[in-house]
């Protein structure tokens, strides 16, 4: 049986998520404001969707994975301060352009999501890594996406 081959990324959150985010928290806002809520609850529910796309975003654009890496040792995972961690592919989803990798590392296991998109990488490395993904042997269950 041959191996899956070797491959290696640098990992950076994608601008095109996180314009959407923002379009949708506006609209979110936009909604409250519209509806015929009292201004106390409108102020309320406008400043948690505030909060919470903050909170959002902050954990999209400032991720912990610096660079993924898979090899015969399986998956690594690096931070932003050089630590590595091997890990676990929990499940991956494609969607046309979008490539979704859910992975577990650490002690105790945290979940690690990357989502690959046209902004944050190229075609050819989401082909290549669509096909490392076919080498593997998956033992996991999807994410529900079907």
């Given at each position: 049986m041959k191996s899956a081959p070797a491959i290696a990324f640098d990992y950076r959150p994608s601008r095109r998520v996180a314009i959407a985010v923002v379009g949708v928290a506006a609209l979110a806002i936009l909604a409250v404001f519209l509806s015929g809520l009292s201004l106390g609850m409108r102020l309320v529910l406008a400043l948690a969707a505030l909060v919470?796309?903050?909170?959002?975003?902050?954990?999209?654009?400032?991720?912990?994975?610096?660079?993924?890496?898979?090899?015969?040792?399986?998956?690594?995972?690096?931070?932003?301060?050089?630590?590595?961690?091997?890990?676990?592919?929990?499940?991956?989803?494609q969607r046309g352009n979008l490539l979704l990798l859910d992975f577990q590392a650490g002690n105790p296991p945290r979940q690690q999501r990357v989502l690959l998109t046209g902004?944050?990488?190229?075609?050819?490395?989401?082909?290549?890594?669509?096909?490392?993904?076919a080498a593997t042997v998956r033992t996991s269950t999807p994410l529900g996406l079907e």
């Amino acid at each position: 049986m041959k191996s899956a081959p070797a491959i290696a990324f640098d990992y950076r959150p994608s601008r095109r998520v996180a314009i959407a985010v923002v379009g949708v928290a506006a609209l979110a806002i936009l909604a409250v404001f519209l509806s015929g809520l009292s201004l106390g609850m409108r102020l309320v529910l406008a400043l948690a969707a505030l909060v919470l796309t903050v909170l959002a975003l902050g954990k999209h654009l400032r991720p912990r994975i610096r660079r993924v890496a898979h090899g015969a040792g399986g998956w690594l995972l690096v931070d932003g301060k050089g630590n590595e961690c091997s890990a676990r592919l929990v499940a991956h989803v494609q969607r046309g352009n979008l490539l979704l990798l859910d992975f577990q590392a650490g002690n105790p296991p945290r979940q690690q999501r990357v989502l690959l998109t046209g902004d944050n990488s190229d075609a050819d490395l989401r082909r290549r890594l669509i096909l490392v993904l076919a080498a593997t042997v998956r033992t996991s269950t999807p994410l529900g996406l079907e």
